[in-house]
């Protein structure tokens, strides 16, 4: 019984609960205290982070109370590598949320005057950030089933009242869309779940424990489409992925940030751990569809992308098309991929936060996502329009930044997986490898169309990145960059808990090389 | 021949509850008859409260003593077993808090025989009369919808629908605003009602042909020797089921719920979609898995296309309705055929129909206490011609109220059921029960009780989209300039609000004690 | 014939061990400048030089630590750091090509630097430029010096990273901007290429590190299918780099940056990358006369003729010498696809050319920095006793560049020219034919530029240039008057490569009197003295003539721009445009549809519930008989 | 002979659901809900008669007895109607709908 996760988890909702009761009038306060408690948990974390033992068991710091009894439910909480660093993802990405949502609510004029955001509650805002961190951490830090289902749901709810109060124009189509998307797969693996507690009839949900019990294939395969429906919803795959593109557009960008960069991975982080290891055969037997869809949101995602005229939905689109890596390498099975593909998933959420972000900043100073009203930004804002493109390579994964390491990697353990004989799976790594042209298509169109130019009229009265953005930004360019030539912190953690994941699915496909070595 | 009359031997101590709730209605009655008119209100409330708060705490009692009879009482016409304590100890406790909502001023007319518009209504309003006569007639109701579930014989069934209904068709039409409204209500409740109660009766007569008596115990006996395809039967069967599926308004027998809903006075709407509800699903269960248990290879799969209706039918027709109460109705609908997926989680195994009623029992606590808290936020919305029905005057509540906008919207997202909410454990121990038993091995529905939870999903996510219509409404909308005024609450509405807050995230939260509960009634099963 | 010498594990300190500062300092340079920004204005330029110079130094002296070493040990691996655990590590390669390369890279561009001070010190970004040419350095030594692909790659898109903020220097010309995102995007098309040929590579021979190939290789020959498809991905990426046919097209928009960047980047270092990459992988993936290597040499034989063609039409100084540069690269690629023969040949014209190309950009921007950035050659005309110094290096660049006799370019292009013609004459005769063509059109710059008459704008004042910009220009005009014979006579070059890069059957021998060689002298002579017909003794048109139709050919560049258009950016729009449409009316409009479908059938629905008691009356009545009759149907069954 | 008996009480519940059905005075409604309801009190006592005990026709007692109660409640609300709206018509009470 470790009381780290438990920890972890009560620090930010206690700290929600202060923020709520703050008295009215006391916004600055809350945000202070917000920005506290976001890194308190961020320090907690790395505490913890430290003491994970790479060589160690599987789920550490485990803790497993009885929650209900009657349903065979546990409060159980533990992380294996690839739950930590996406705990560690949402520790670090919260406090940057913050300051950078630091106006969000308190109602923004553009450089004309006109009103682009009334004022809103802050109190709410900063405490549904906090609520929703402390459901981050409890979804990816779950070992029981049934508690990864709750925290997977009700996740939604402060993420549906951020968008619906605090978005843009659209917001209320957007959060609609957003929860009853997410909900109509949520449901679907409630089915599943069932379900699985059923048919296994171990009368437990903890994960470790329901490993390798269903043992039907046609059982397997009803089960993990339940489950596959929902992660791919919340990933989002091609073709259930239209609610992102408007709930991200109209998502305040630090909202938009969370959502994208961390809520999304429980889709894909569900894949790898869920679909996979309780439903091995039926994940082997519905690979290849699988990595098609995943291929076609690749290209796909990347062909839509070049064509938005909104900063934000473009970005939206990069990420459906990074997503698509993301579920590849879950799928093709091997050591390489799927380590790629959990690094992805920490990369992705550092270059698109980061991204999400400085284009947040640009639209804050113009009061605009359209692409077309900007133009010679770089001269005004020199600063603001180098974070804007270092973030915009990230996004198409060049080579010295964090994301290049993960594509790379997803892509090639795609391309040598052995898992079901190389053919097919080579064909949809050399088509995802389309991506890389058309990635640098639609980030430096829009850098050429936003940063680049004759400098247009309104933009002239920009103000470059203040402290606070910068301090925003910085981080994350570091952590994108040190990681671009470092991954082997992020790896070494992760790497062993995909290799109890091959093994679980059972696959043989060992790391390149020990392979290389026998020959 | 020793024909002396033997008397009838009655189990006071166990039907106390309910002969306690019956013998206030008198009394109330008879202050009715001979208190002042001045008096009879500051007479009635007390009387209503603690006679139902003594009820429940016999309920209490005899659950705590353990002696939980194993036989009918009262010559085999009543069967206080363990799920008729858990129903009564949930009826006694809505019908309490909604007696606080119906003690609050303003809801019921001042004198229902003066003509809506007319002076004697001015008249009557100007001297601040009230109908006191809501008090024991919602008595009655309660007294009724104790005993319609716990009837172990179709009589007593019969006699508990009636006093269960009678009041209530009454009680409809007693609104103090919107009087139209209200007094259709009424009449399409009773003539609907009456309707109905004669083919649950003709149902009666039919089974009462086939096996000789009218007593559960004796039908079961007779179903388990008698040829099971006597059109007698089954006609009787299928009457039966109209009458009590129209009581849980059940598709196709929905069609007088947002009637009645709408135009009812909101705490006897409350009272209706919680109390009635509850004793109706009480009863169905009684009915259908005691009497006719060993009938579920044919009503089963009949079961099976009247859920599928009744939660698409409830879920779709929902999301285009404009008025909050109608809206809720609708709600109702699409619960009542969730709960139907668990009436059908039963065939010939004892342990597994232990979970599936406990599921069932769980579901209707915790539907039912939301339920009583949401419309006691409805009553608080108000224009100046009475509630603000119409959504439209909901824009922007979150704005101007948030924390009863927020009560609501949690409310709201308890009925779609959202994890740590009580209602998402409510639909999750359903679902989680028809699955188990269709999986169990000889159930001949085994895929077909997924498919009908699959299809109940859909329809949750259907039905979602409806309460999260409202939240829009009430969040994202701007308010609109002359909006409707929030009442300030009585005591009694804050109580209300209060109590089923606390439930419905209590329940989310840590639902294992309700649970446990549950079990506890369920474990025994039904008297036989 | 010999394969490369074995790499040998560097265990000792010493200069080689610490071969990773030459990357090391540039990048520190880049960081603090892009870093500290502002503050640094004042005295950026100067640590962008010094940073330089550093890195310069390191590769000096790392040069001499390995030519002191025996041969068979002149290639050190330097392990950096585990980069991507299992697959691969962060490490260096040493050996002669590398530090040939790192030599020319860290010279030429300290050189360059150098010259930048003067060129950019009206610019009132001079900083942030410096720091672009230092992140340039740094990417540009890590491609050559890394010891696997993956760090290659690193290195080759830092380089198409650094090439894209060049070119886009003066991102407010929308001309500048649409150049650098096309740069980039057809880099990227080669890159993906590259990334796939390294799919192979791994998948094959499960490492992607030199040491390792060349063992694997050693121990299992490759068979035929595998190694082709490397070898032909590697040449996409390659041409990507390189300019050459059919990704050209870039190389000639991106002289919309500043001289001293098309110079470094775009003539010297960057676009021989292909190059490099060819020779580096030849031992391992271009066997001599495979599928692969032909195809090497019939992209370089291509992209001469090419190149040459387009570099006869251009007025614009810069664009001129660009399409020279990728003709010249083709000679390269020429030279590398005749394997270990023609590697020397490569590598010295690569040296060479750095010198004399960067030496003809660096006086193409002296000139144009003393005619108000005019770059039309048309308004040029008489320049060379204004502009001695820039004339006289000029000068010599373009004799080394037509090959004249014992020049730089001589010795390197007429090796491989003759190295082609013995082994793939047809090929080798059209280098002869490209040779003759560069001397008509280097002639023809020459007289536009610095002979005739004055054909200068009005507000034209041309002046030399500063020291500073001088300087560079001599320095380099030495290296393209000597430093082909150094390298190629008594084949020092080849020797010194050869642990690196193998040898060839037979040592070549550099013949002056070869065939091949008179032919392309004469060809050379031929062009030169019609230059001078057309363009030095006759009046050039301030305004061009509208030409042949060979003319409009060549200076639309081949139709490149227009094929890549119709080929690829029409259809990509009109991809994009219905790939978006379909997303907001396919399937989002699915989407939407369903829930108004859903919301209709609920519209419609409820008008079934008609308020009249009676018909619900019936409503219960017909589901007591639907009842009934399901009931005893069920039962019946 | 029970089966004429049934047949009858059949007669009578069909010939009280139509009127249910097609009647639109209230009060002609009502009446023939309590045609229903007698006509299964004759089902019972019939059903009495053939099982040979006399619970069916305590059962019709009951049935009486619950009937009128229903006419007292069926009344009330039907005149509290037709005060207001001068119309004892079920159509004309028809403010809800859809």
Redesign the interface.
Known sequence: MSPWLPILMAVPVLGAIVVALLPKGSDKLAKQATLLVSLVVLVLTLVMAVQFKTGGPRFQFQAVYDWIPSFGVKFGVGVDGIALVLIALSAVLVPIVVLASWHDADGTQSADGTLITPKRSVKTYFSLLLVLEAMMIGVFASTDIFLFYVFFEAMLIPMYFMIGSYGGAQRSYAAVKFLLYSLFGGLLMLVAVIALYVVAGKGTFMFPELVGVIQDPATQKWLFAGFFIAFAIKAPLWPVHTWLPDAAAQAPAGAAVLLVGVLDKVGTFGMLRFCLELFPDAAKAFTMPIVVLAVISIIYGAIVAIGQTDMKRLIAYTSISHFGFIVMGVFAMSQVSQSGAALYMVNHGFATGALFLAAGFLIARRGSPHIADYGGVQKVTPLLAGFFLIAGLAGLSLPGLSSFVSEFMVMIGTYTSSAFGSGALAVAAIVSALAVILAAVYILWMVQRTLNGPTAEPVKAFKDLNVREIVVLAPLIALIIGFGFFPKPLLDVINPTVTQTLVNVKVDNPAIAEKGAGQ | MNDAVVAPTIEYGTLAPMLLVFGAAVVGVLVEAFAPRYMRKSIHVPLTLLSLAGAFALVIVQVVKGAVPTAPVAMGAVAVDGPSLFIWGVILVLSFVCVLMINDEGHFVAS??A??GSADEEEAEAAGGSHTEVYPLVLFAVGGMLLFPASHDL?TM??GL?VMS?PL??LC?LARRR???S??????Y???G???S??F??G???I??FA???SFTGINKALSTGS??D?IL??G???L??GL??KIGA???Q??K??VY??APTPITALMASGTLVAAVGALLRVFWVALGNLD???R??MW??AALTMV?GA??????TDIKRMLAYSSIAHAGFLLIGVMATFDKSAQNAKSL?AIMFYLLVYSITTVGAFAVVTMVRDPGGEAGHLSRWAGL?KRS?ILAGIFAFFL?AF?G???TSG??GK??V??AA??SG?EAGDSLGGWM?GL??LG??A???A??FY??V??LM???DPAADGPSIAVPSMGTVAVIAISLLITVGVGL???PM??LA?QAASGLFIR | MESPAEIVQHTAGGMIGASWLMIAFPLLGAAILLILGRMTNRWGHLLGVAMSLASFVVAVLTFLEIIGLPAEQRRQAVHLYEFIPGMVDMGLLIDPLSISFALLITGVGSLIHIYSIGYMSHDPERRRFFSYLNLFVAAMLLLVLADNYVGLFIGWEGVGLASYLLIGFWQFKPSAAVAAKKAFIVNRVGDFGLLVGMFIILATFHTLTFSELGKQIAEHPPSGGAVTAIGLLLLLGACGKSAQLPLQSWLLDAMEGPTPVSALIHAATMVTAGVYLVVRSGAFFFPPDSTQAIAVSVVGAATLLAGAIIGCAKDDIKKGLAGSTMSQIGYMMLGAGLGPAGYAFAIGHLITHGFFKADLFLGAGSVMHGMNDEVNMRKYGGLRKHMPITFATFFIGYLAIIGFPLLSGYFTKDGIIETAVHHQPILGWLAVLGAGITGFYMSRMVFMTFFGEKRWEKDAHPHESPAVMTWPLMILSIGALFLGGYLILSNRLYFFLSPAVGTAEATPEFDFASTAGLVTLALVAVGAGFAWVRYGRAEVPAVAPRGSFLTTFARRDLYGDALNESLFMRPGQWLTRFAVYFDNRGIDGLVNGLAAGIGGTSGRLRRIQTGFARSYALSILFGAALLAGALLLVGNI | MTTHYLVLSGLLFAIGAMGVLIRRNAIVVFMCVELMLNACNLAFVAFARQNGNLEGQIIAFFVMVVAAAEVVVGLAIIVTIFRTRRSASVDDANLLKY
Do not use: C, H
């Open positions: 229902a025989a003509v809506p009589l019969f006699v009636e009678l068709y009454l039409g009087r139209l409204l007094q259709e209500a009424s009449m399409k009773f003539l609907l009456a309707f109905s004669a083919f009766l003709y009666t007569a039919m009462y042909g000789g008596t009218v099971l395809l059109p089954l006609l069967l299928s009457l089921g109209v599926l129209f598709a196709p027998f069609a007088w947002p009637d709408q135009g290879w044919d009503w799969p009949v296309a009247v039918v779709i027709l929902a999301i285009t309705q406990s979150g948030p997202l779609a959202i994890p740590l998402f454990f999750y121990a679902f989680a699955l188990a999986s997924t939870v699959v999903v859909v949750s996510a259907i979602a989209f999260v219509r939240i829009v969040f994202f909308s840590f639902p294992q649970l446990d079990n």
